[in-house]
Nanobody, 126 residues
Framework: QVQLVESGGGLVQAGGSLRLSCAASGRFFSTYAMGWFRQAPGEEREFVATISWNGGRTSYADSVKGRFTISRDNTKNTVFLQMNSLKPEDTAVYYC???????????????????WGQGTQVTVSS
C-alpha cells in the first residue's frame, strides 16, 4: 500500500506562485508514474499534469501549460508541482496520484491511478 501526502497549498493572489509537494511512502515510488489532478466545487476532477517514472516525460493540461511544472525527486519519494502566474480559475483542491504500473510514462486519465492523496486546497484571489 502506498500513502500520498500533499502539502504546500494555501491562499495566494492572482499572478502569484505556489509549490505543491507530494510525499509518498513505499519502496516502489521510483517505478511509478505520478499525476496531479484538481477538483473545484461542483466540478469534475480534472487532469493537471503527469510525469513518467524517471521524470523523462511530462504532460500538461492545456489550461496550465507554460505556467505549471511537474517534477520529481526519486531519492526523496516526492513529486512537486510548481505553479506560477496563478489565476482565480486555478482555485481547487489539488490531488496527487500514483500509477503502480511499473515504468509507465503517465496518463491524463484519473482511472489509470491506483493511489490518491487527501488533497490540498489552493485558493487564488483576484
Amino acid at each position: 500500500q502506498v500513502q500520498l501526502v500533499e502539502s504546500g497549498g494555501g491562499l495566494v493572489q492572482a499572478g502569484g506562485s505556489l509549490r505543491l509537494s507530494c510525499a509518498a511512502s513505499g519502496r516502489f515510488f521510483s517505478t511509478y508514474a505520478m499525476g496531479w489532478f484538481r477538483q473545484a466545487p461542483g466540478e469534475e476532477r480534472e487532469f493537471v499534469a503527469t510525469i513518467s517514472w524517471n521524470g523523462g516525460r511530462t504532460s500538461y493540461a492545456d489550461s496550465v501549460k507554460g505556467r505549471f511544472t511537474i517534477s520529481r525527486d526519486n531519492t526523496k519519494n516526492t513529486v512537486f508541482l510548481q505553479m506560477n502566474s496563478l489565476k482565480p480559475e486555478d482555485t481547487a483542491v489539488y490531488y496527487c496520484a500514483a500509477d503502480r504500473t511499473p515504468y509507465y510514462s503517465g496518463s491524463a486519465s484519473y482511472t489509470a491511478y491506483d493511489y490518491w492523496g487527501q488533497g490540498t486546497q489552493v485558493t487564488v484571489s483576484s
